[in-house]
């Protein structure tokens, strides 16, 4: 199930309105996602937007560490990545 939210593209001003708070976040091409990862949003998008890991982008925002962690996982496996 992917997440609920429309997709960005990955670019400085999106990856500047991320918020600096744990979350979930899913990368995609085309509308397809390709990867699925979690942290500090800001910190983890700055990261794909360096490397080219996608060219869309979106996020849901977590309170802890330990749930964007294993909202990650529960993504990751409904992709089947």
Do not use: F, I
């Not at 942290?39 to 979106?58: C, H, I, N, P, Q």
């Amino acid at each position: 199930m992917p997440l609920p939210k429309r997709w960005q593209t990955l670019n400085r001003p999106t990856v500047g309105s991320a918020p600096e708070q744990y979350g979930v976040y899913e990368l995609g091409e085309e509308g397809e996602v390709v990867e699925v990862g979690w942290g500090v949003l800001r910190d983890e998008l700055k990261d794909a937007l360096a490397y080219g890991s996608g060219d869309e982008v979106r996020w849901e925002t977590c309170q802890t560490k330990a749930e964007a962690k294993e909202l990650a996982a529960e993504h990751r496996e409904r992709a089947g990545l």
